[in-house]
C-alpha cells in the first residue's frame, strides 16, 4: 500500500520536490516536436516541471534551449529576435547565442565587453531523435544521451505525437505499464483485431512475471487461452517514465510504440507517444489518422461536466466505452482520476503488480538521491538502452519460459 507521504514523494514535481530534482538532474526529457522549431523562427515556449522555457532552432539549424526570462529584466524570450544564429531580448537587446553566451548587453555604457562575461546565462544540452527534442535539465556534466533505437531512425521510420493532459506524471506512467485493462478497457478495439492481441479478449485474468533490469524491469502479462497455450505480452519499463508497448501483432516488421510521461507540472503532463519501425516506414494511415484526431482528443477528454465527451448512443449500440478512439479511452480514464490520485485509497489486485514495482523502482531512486547517491538506472552502465525492444507472441503453456520470445 502506498502511504500519503509516499505519494507526495511520487507525484510532486514542481520547485524543490526531490522528484522533480530527481529527473532533472540524472534523466533526459522529451521536451518538443522538432518540426514546431523553424530555423530563424520564432521561439517556442514549453513548460516543464513547473518552470518556463524556451526552445528555438538557429538559421543553422542548431537547437537552442534556455529559460525563457531574459536575465536582464525577466522578460520572456518567447517574444526574442531570432537572428544569427541567436536570440535578442526585444526589450534592451541582449543578445544570447544558442550554447548559452551572452554576446551584446547595447545598453550597457560602461564597459560592454567586461559585463557580458558575468552574466550567467542557464541554457540546457539538447539533442534531436524521433521528431523530438530532448533536452537535460541537470546541474554539471549531462550524462550521455538516450540511444534507444528510435534515436538514430529517420523521419520516415519515427513518428512521434503528443498531447497535454490534466492529471500528473506518475498516472500516465502507471496507465502505460498496466497490461491487465487491455482486454477490459480497449475490448470494443479488440474485436476487431487479429491474432495475439486479439486472443487476449479470451481470458481477461492476467498473470505477471518479471524480471527486474538496470535501467527498470521487464514486465511479462501472461494469459492463457482455451488450448492451453498462452498469450505474453512483455512491456519494458525503462526507469523513469518510458514504457515500450508490444505490438498488437507479432512479426519482425511491426510498428513499434513507446509511451512516455513527462511531467509540466504537478497536475499536468505531456502524453508523448512515438511510434517506430526499424525495417521499414511507419504506417502512414496512422500517422494520419492520429494527426486528424487528436487535437479534438485534446478537448474533449479534459471536460468531466460533459463525462469527457462519452458517446452513451455508441454504448446503446455494443461500443463498450463511448469512445473512438483507443488512445482516448487510455486518456480519459486517466484523467477522470482527478489531478493527482491519493493512492492511499487504493485497494490494489494482483493485476497491479507492475503499478507497485513501478513506484518501489521510483522510491528507491528517490531514497539513493536523497541521501547523495547516484539511483542503479542512472549510473553509466545503465544506460545502454540499445537492444530494448518490448515483444510479444503464443508460447507452448503458461509454464513455458517467456523470456525465450525474441526481442
Known amino acids: 500500500m502506498t502511504t500519503r507521504?509516499?505519494?507526495?514523494?511520487?507525484?510532486?514535481?514542481?520547485?524543490?520536490?526531490?522528484?522533480?530534482?530527481?529527473?532533472r538532474q540524472h534523466y533526459w526529457i522529451p521536451a518538443v516536436l522538432s518540426a514546431r522549431l523553424e530555423a530563424g523562427g520564432a521561439p517556442v515556449r514549453v513548460k516543464l516541471f513547473g518552470r518556463r522555457y524556451v526552445a528555438y532552432r538557429t538559421h543553422d539549424g542548431r537547437v537552442g534551449f534556455?529559460?525563457?526570462?531574459?536575465?536582464?529584466?525577466?522578460?520572456?524570450?518567447?517574444?526574442?529576435?531570432?537572428?544569427?544564429?541567436?536570440?535578442?531580448?526585444?526589450?534592451?537587446?541582449?543578445?544570447?547565442?544558442v550554447s548559452g553566451e551572452l554576446r551584446e548587453v547595447p545598453n550597457e555604457a560602461g564597459d560592454p565587453e567586461g559585463?557580458?562575461?558575468?552574466?550567467?546565462v542557464k541554457h540546457y544540452p539538447s539533442?534531436?531523435?524521433?521528431?523530438?527534442?530532448?533536452?537535460?535539465?541537470?546541474?554539471?556534466?549531462a550524462p550521455a544521451a538516450p540511444n534507444f533505437e528510435w534515436m538514430g531512425l529517420p523521419p520516415e521510420q519515427?513518428?512521434?505525437?503528443?498531447?497535454?493532459?490534466?492529471?500528473?506524471?506518475?498516472?500516465?506512467?502507471?496507465?502505460?505499464?498496466?497490461?491487465?485493462?487491455?482486454?477490459?478497457?480497449?475490448?470494443?478495439?479488440?474485436?476487431?483485431?487479429?491474432?495475439?492481441?486479439?486472443?487476449?479478449?479470451?481470458?481477461?485474468?492476467?498473470?505477471?512475471?518479471?524480471?527486474?533490469t538496470p535501467y527498470g524491469y521487464r514486465a511479462a502479462?501472461?494469459?492463457?487461452?482455451?488450448t492451453g497455450e498462452c498469450v505474453a505480452r512483455v512491456t519494458e519499463f525503462v526507469m523513469p517514465y518510458y514504457g515500450l508497448i508490444p505490438p498488437?501483432?507479432?512479426?519482425?516488421?511491426?510498428?513499434?510504440?513507446?509511451?512516455?510521461?513527462?511531467?509540466?507540472?504537478?497536475?499536468?503532463?505531456?502524453?508523448?507517444?512515438?511510434?517506430?519501425?526499424?525495417?521499414?516506414?511507419?504506417?502512414?494511415?496512422?500517422?494520419?489518422?492520429?494527426?486528424?484526431?487528436?487535437?479534438?482528443?485534446?478537448?474533449?477528454?479534459?471536460?468531466?461536466?460533459?463525462a469527457w465527451g462519452q458517446n452513451r448512443q455508441l454504448?446503446?449500440?455494443?461500443?463498450?466505452?463511448?469512445?473512438?478512439?483507443?488512445?482516448?479511452?487510455?486518456?480519459?480514464?486517466?484523467?477522470?482520476?482527478?489531478?493527482?490520485?491519493?493512492?492511499?485509497?487504493?485497494?490494489?489486485c494482483s493485476a497491479d503488480q507492475a503499478i507497485v514495482r513501478l513506484r518501489r523502482h521510483l522510491l528507491q531512486a528517490l531514497k539513493k538521491f536523497m541521501a547523495n547517491e547516484t539511483p542503479t538506472s542512472a549510473l553509466p552502465g545503465s544506460r545502454d538502452y540499445s537492444g530494448i525492444t518490448a515483444t510479444g507472441g503464443r508460447l507452448p503453456s503458461m509454464d513455458a519460459d517467456w523470456r525465450a520470445l525474441p526481442r
Open 115 to 120: 559585463f557580458r562575461k558575468t552574466v550567467p
Open 127 to 141: 539533442v534531436e531523435g524521433a521528431g523530438l527534442v530532448w533536452v537535460w535539465l541537470g546541474e554539471g556534466e
Open 158 to 212: 519515427a513518428y512521434s505525437c503528443g498531447l497535454e493532459l490534466n492529471s500528473n506524471w506518475l498516472q500516465g506512467v502507471e496507465a502505460t505499464i498496466d497490461s491487465s485493462h487491455i482486454a477490459l478497457l480497449h475490448q470494443s478495439h479488440l474485436a476487431h483485431s487479429k491474432m495475439d492481441m486479439a486472443a487476449t479478449r479470451v481470458n481477461n485474468a492476467v498473470r505477471y512475471k518479471f524480471d527486474d
Open 315 to 348: 454504448m446503446a449500440h455494443g461500443n463498450h466505452t463511448g469512445f473512438t478512439e483507443i488512445v482516448v479511452e487510455d486518456f480519459v480514464t486517466q484523467v477522470s482520476m482527478g489531478p493527482i490520485v491519493d493512492r492511499s485509497d487504493e485497494y490494489l
Open 221 to 226: 502479462a501472461l494469459r492463457e487461452t482455451p
Open 66 to 97: 534556455l529559460n525563457e526570462a531574459c536575465p536582464h529584466r525577466g522578460v520572456s524570450l518567447a517574444l526574442a529576435r531570432n537572428e544569427d544564429n541567436a536570440l535578442r531580448c526585444i526589450f534592451h537587446g541582449w543578445k544570447i547565442c
Open 248 to 306: 498488437i501483432n507479432t512479426g519482425d516488421d511491426q510498428d513499434r510504440t513507446v509511451i512516455i510521461a513527462v511531467p509540466i507540472d504537478d497536475e499536468h503532463l505531456i502524453q508523448w507517444y512515438i511510434y517506430y519501425n526499424t525495417r521499414r516506414p511507419t504506417d502512414s494511415m496512422k500517422r494520419a489518422q492520429r494527426a486528424n484526431t487528436w487535437p479534438m482528443a485534446g478537448g474533449i477528454v479534459q471536460d468531466a461536466d460533459r
Open 5 to 23: 507521504e509516499e505519494n507526495e514523494l511520487l507525484t510532486k514535481v514542481e520547485g524543490d520536490a526531490p522528484m522533480g530534482r530527481l529527473l
